[in-house]
């Protein structure tokens, strides 16, 4: 089965800073990988995702990650935040053919931007 | 469209109480899954189905049911519920019969289990 480890369990930051979260995968074969946001009391939204094709993905807001398969990582990235990033976000992975392991969330990052 | 609906939004429960959680989408998606959340858990993926009338179990199934007699509805049914249920529980829908594909979240019920 395959599992995700997000580094950081809390990050505050200030605002214009560079964000970088690190997300892990363990999974020998074929993934779909995912970023998710979940803001202040509202449900999950997708920030980016990658299938296949270039590692570099750009997602809504300003966001982007980098698929590198040799390090099974999927790094979450934004050159300069805002206060209205603070939220929650998850990385997920899902693994083709996986059945019902289907797709595995981390345990997600709390980010808090300070004005 | 509406997307992914859920009701109720809120619930409070006694232990040994059951309950239906709905949850609907309008976007024709052939997959739908429900997940719970945790603090410091991340989500939990408890059942899935990949269209009607097929239905599997995912990480944490146990104490929960589900059904899948349309395209539209997902219900997860609580048999008798317990302070472990305890949770945030999202419903999520993608296209394409597959989880693989990007899933749309509802906005979640928030349940309590006294």
């Known amino acids: 089965a395959q599992s995700v480890s997000q580094h950081n369990h809390h990050v505050i930051l200030s605002e214009a800073a560079s964000l970088e979260l690190g997300c892990n995968y363990s999974?020998?074969?074929?993934?779909?990988l995912f970023w998710y946001v979940q803001y202040p009391g509202q449900h999950l939204q997708l920030l980016l995702k990658?299938?296949?094709?270039?590692?570099l993905v750009k997602g809504i807001k300003g966001f982007e990650a980098e698929f590198i398969k040799s390090k099974f990582s999927f790094n979450l990235r934004k050159p300069s935040v805002q206060w209205s990033d603070t939220a929650e976000y998850f990385c997920?992975?899902?693994?083709?053919?996986?059945?019902?392991?289907?797709?595995?969330f981390g345990k997600g990052t709390h980010l808090i931007i300070q004005p | 469209n509406a997307g992914v609906t859920q009701t109720p939004k809120f619930q409070v429960l006694k232990t040994g109480q059951s309950m239906t959680l709905q949850c609907a989408q309008d976007?024709?998606?052939?997959?739908m899954s429900w997940y719970r959340q945790d603090p410091g858990m991340g989500l939990r993926l408890i059942h899935y189905?990949?269209?009607?009338?097929?239905?599997d179990q995912g990480e944490v199934p146990n104490g929960y049911n589900v059904s899948r007699s349309t395209t539209e509805d997902f219900p997860l049914r609580l048999l008798s519920a317990a302070p472990s249920q305890t949770s945030v529980y999202f419903c999520?829908?993608?296209?394409?019969?597959?989880?693989?594909?990007?899933?749309?979240f509802g906005p979640g019920t928030r349940l309590t289990v006294l």
């Open positions: 997920a992975v899902n693994a083709r053919g996986g059945g019902a392991d289907g797709l595995t």
């Open positions: 990658y299938f296949s094709g270039d590692p």
């Open positions: 999520a829908s993608s296209y394409g019969g597959s989880m693989y594909n990007e899933q749309f």
């Open positions: 976007m024709n998606h052939e997959y």
């Open positions: 189905s990949v269209g009607a009338g097929i239905t």
């Open positions: 999974y020998g074969g074929t993934v779909n």
